[in-house]
């Protein structure tokens, strides 16, 4: 009888031993390198770097995405010879910055009302 029982404890330990590690898993575990469609609203990258005719600094378009909105804004940063990042415009949406020739002016494109124009 002792060899039946011994049997049987484990025959159920093996048929349970699989099932309670299940129970022993609250949630799967999220793992934080896969990116979700939501991610992209933390996402900035930068376009369309102009460096000035003397090489002092470098302006660029700096787009982020508006989780309110759900669309995407660009704006215009410059980067000096130091390395800092200085937004232009005081944050109006602007894109495709061109430096004059002498360097002290920047050409860009905004649209107001939908219509695009070069200031």
């Given amino acids: 009888m002792n060899k039946l029982f011994a049997i049987g404890l484990l025959v159920v330990g093996f048929a349970l031993g699989p099932v309670s590690s299940l ?17 992209v609203f933390e996402l900035e990258y ?15 378009s700096r787009t982020h995405f508006d989780i309110m909105t759900d669309s995407s804004k660009s704006e215009l940063w410059m980067i ?3 390395g800092t990042h200085l937004p232009l415009l005081g944050g109006q949406p602007a894109g495709s910055p061109r430096w004059s020739p002498d360097g002290t002016r920047i050409a860009y494109v ?10």
């Fill in 80 to 82: 000096d010879e130091d």
């Fill in 110 to 119: 905004t649209s107001k009302d939908g219509k695009a124009q070069i200031h």
């Fill in 23 to 39: 129970v022993a898993q609250d949630k799967p575990e999220i793992d934080d390198s896969i990116f979700r469609p939501r991610d």
């Fill in 46 to 60: 930068a376009s369309s770097p102009q460096i000035a005719p003397d090489g002092s600094r470098i302006i660029y």
